[in-house]
């Protein structure tokens, strides 16, 4: 092992010595002589870690230091490109590089055309995110796609142009600089793992382009194909069985993961390497600051696996990781990693996606909603939540996609619950079957065979407010705001990044419209992606209505997070309350140190004051949630649904 890591590093000097000559021929004249040294100095520091994990991956190509250097210009060349702004954002970030930890971080994501009809609407509408105190927006794709069936937006068809009904990729640009200026960080999805079918590549390809049909994985007969079926799982069965996608005009199969309009690149190919690294950095030179990852799972493929979560996978997103810390340091990762619990945390560290979103939390939360329950939540969260230093989760409630049921089997029997039921239980709550559920969402992707299903809906519908109103139920709707808010409060005080769904912040309902749209009828996950109610927003600062008293309940969670540096950093300490409605952490930094409480039941709950005595507490504390100052002699009452932040801490 000493040896090859010997002969990697002896190599990459050697690589480097020799590519250097021609990288100042061409680009050293471009820029400051100052700025150039500086990216001499990354360059030296970083590439012997890019030459082994290109090596990993290529060196048993014969052209392997052709592509090297190939990829090395290309990284080059955009670092030239990169603006004098974002080369001094370069500069800040590397001076402060876990910027992403801060309490200050509170994020919000949504669809531009839904949330503000195009990109200069959601320039009119910065005030609304400052005023909400948001410092990272994510908007979901915006590139051009396919007309009529795209997943979404997922469907990429160049990765340098907007969708022509957003606007422009000059307006993207401005929109960046003004939400950095305004103090927010912009974050977007890249898609790699996939393009459309009408990517210019996909065109060549099917026109008959040899280079290009080596972009993808594609086969002239099902021989390979079905060799590869026998260990495969199909991603959307219903709508895509299978993995492969027969294209007449070429007469061949073509990998198609996830719809048959999305070709699976292959990055077995250095070329797709390159030129992917290339589009990420054209977005880096955007202003995006942090890239989401879609799909990271799927990027190598293997005969006799799965083709998910393979190492190679790993090795990609590493090298990725690497460029950006040469050309465009201020960018971070975010992994997009809908697999089991322990394969997610695989994708989190320093050295490959610094952030990371938490199904596992998300489902979890849903799941001590229903059953009034902690225990599933707790054990979990002592397991994994932790992460390696200097990385955070990217903490939701949901997001555009559906929510699905991603605990894992082996926690679920430790704590005595059967995975399958239990998973038909959450569905049939969540869907309003299961008799005395306050919830109602939609199944999507539902297998009549098994009942298995994932579940659609607002936050608001799910916690119960849409029913409430139905029946006219002021219990009800008061138990839902509740909810929301107790949501939204572990989101904004547990460890990581808050993501807030826009629309949540004012108890958005399910929007059943959705199946009058030929586009969208079937899919329902729509019935939460509605359009941004403007109208509604107007009645935020009422506190009489119900979008009044979400809001600025939500409103003041987002200034105690953001007031209170216990809430900096992701490390949290998962601790028993005593009660197994209660969910309780510690955050703490420096000389602060609060106690969260949270009682997800609809019945007062009590928490003894020897437990409290047990965790430190003294018996005078403060609620900072309601401001009130509590004595506890013998037990603290949680009211229903209680979400409380103690400080009062020895």
Not at 9 to 33: G, I
Not at 100 to 120: C, H, I, K, P, T
Not at 327 to 340: C, G, L, R, T
Not at 382 to 408: M, Q
């Amino acid at each position: 092992m000493r040896e090859s890591a010997s002969f990697a590093h002896q190599s990459a000097t050697k690589s480097l010595s020799r590519l250097m000559p021609r990288l100042e021929a061409r680009f050293a004249e471009q820029v400051d002589k100052g700025m150039w040294q500086s990216y001499v100095q990354r360059l030296n520091t970083h590439f012997p870690h890019l030459f082994n994990l290109l090596y990993q991956l290529y060196g048993h190509q014969y052209d392997f230091f052709y592509h090297l250097e190939d990829i090395l210009a290309s990284a080059t060349q955009m670092w030239v490109q990169r603006s004098d702004e974002l080369k001094a954002l370069d500069v800040m970030r590397e001076a402060y590089p876990q910027w992403y930890q801060s309490q200050r971080l509170v994020g919000a994501m949504y669809y531009v055309d839904l949330f503000a009809g195009n990109l200069e609407g959601i320039r009119k509408r910065i005030p609304y995110l400052t005023e909400l105190g948001i410092t990272y927006l994510h908007l979901m794709p915006l590139f051009k796609c396919p007309e009529g069936d795209n997943d979404g937006g997922y469907a990429v068809s160049s990765y340098r142009e907007v969708n022509i009904t957003l606007g422009t990729m000059e307006e993207l640009s401005e929109l960046a600089a003004e939400l950095r200026h305004h103090g927010i960080s912009l974050a977007i999805d890249f898609v790699f793992n996939h393009t459309s079918d009408e990517h210019q590549w996909a065109k060549l390809a099917l026109a008959g382009d040899r280079e290009c049909q080596e972009y993808y994985w594609m086969y002239p007969n099902r021989d390979i194909p079905d060799i590869f079926e026998k260990t495969l799982t199909p991603v959307f069965p219903d709508d895509h069985p299978g993995s492969f996608t027969y294209r007449n005009k070429i007469r061949k199969w073509v990998w198609t993961s996830f719809c048959n309009y999305q070709w699976d690149l292959n990055y077995e190919n250095p070329a797709v390497f390159s030129r992917m690294a290339e589009e990420m950095l054209f977005l880096a030179n955007v202003g995006v600051e942090v890239l989401r990852l879609d799909a990271v799972a799927f990027l190598w493929k293997k005969v006799g696996t799965s083709c998910q979560n393979l190492p190679e996978a790993h090795t990609i997103i590493q090298a990725f990781n690497v460029i950006t810390r040469i050309a465009a340091p201020a960018v971070i990762f975010k992994s997009e990693a809908i697999v089991h619990p322990d394969e997610v945390k695989k994708y989190v560290s320093q050295e490959e996606c610094q952030l990371s979103y938490n199904p596992q939390l998300m489902a979890l939360l849903w799941n001590a909603l229903a059953t009034r329950e902690v225990s599933l939540l707790r054990h979990a969260m002592e397991k994994r939540f932790t992460l390696p230093e200097g990385c955070a989760w990217v903490n939701y409630i949901r997001c555009h996609d559906d929510i699905g049921w991603a605990f894992s089997d082996d926690d679920a029997r430790e704590l005595k619950f059967e995975p399958y039921n239990h998973r038909r239980f959450l569905t049939d709550f969540y869907t309003g079957r299961f008799e005395g559920s306050f919830a109602r969402g939609l199944p999507f992707q539902e297998k009549e065979d098994t009942g298995e299903a994932r579940i659609s809906g607002t936050t608001a519908s799910l916690c119960g407010l849409e029913k409430g109103l139905h029946d006219n139920d002021s219990t009800e709707i008061e138990f839902a705001i509740r909810r929301i808010l107790l949501l939204h409060g572990i989101l904004l005080t547990i460890g990581g990044i808050p993501i807030i769904y826009l629309g949540d912040e004012l108890g958005t309902l399910n929007d059943y419209k959705y199946t009058e749209s030929p586009d969208k009828d079937g899919d329902t996950r729509w019935v939460h992606r509605p359009k941004f109610d403007w109208e509604l927003a107007e009645s935020r600062w009422d506190t009489e209505s119900i979008a009044g008293r979400i809001y600025q309940g939500l409103l003041r969670l987002i200034q105690i997070r953001q007031q209170n540096p216990a809430f900096t950093l992701a490390s949290t300490d998962i601790v028993h309350s005593g009660n197994e409605h209660v969910f309780s952490y510690f955050r703490h930094h420096g000389e602060q140190n609060v106690l969260v409480l949270a009682n997800f039941s609809e019945h007062e709950q009590e928490i003894m004051a020897k437990q409290l005595r047990l965790l430190g507490m003294q018996k005078t504390f403060t609620d900072i949630v309601s401001g009130k100052t509590i004595t506890a002699t013998q037990k603290l009452i949680l009211e229903p649904y209680h979400f409380a932040i103690l400080m009062g801490i020895r």
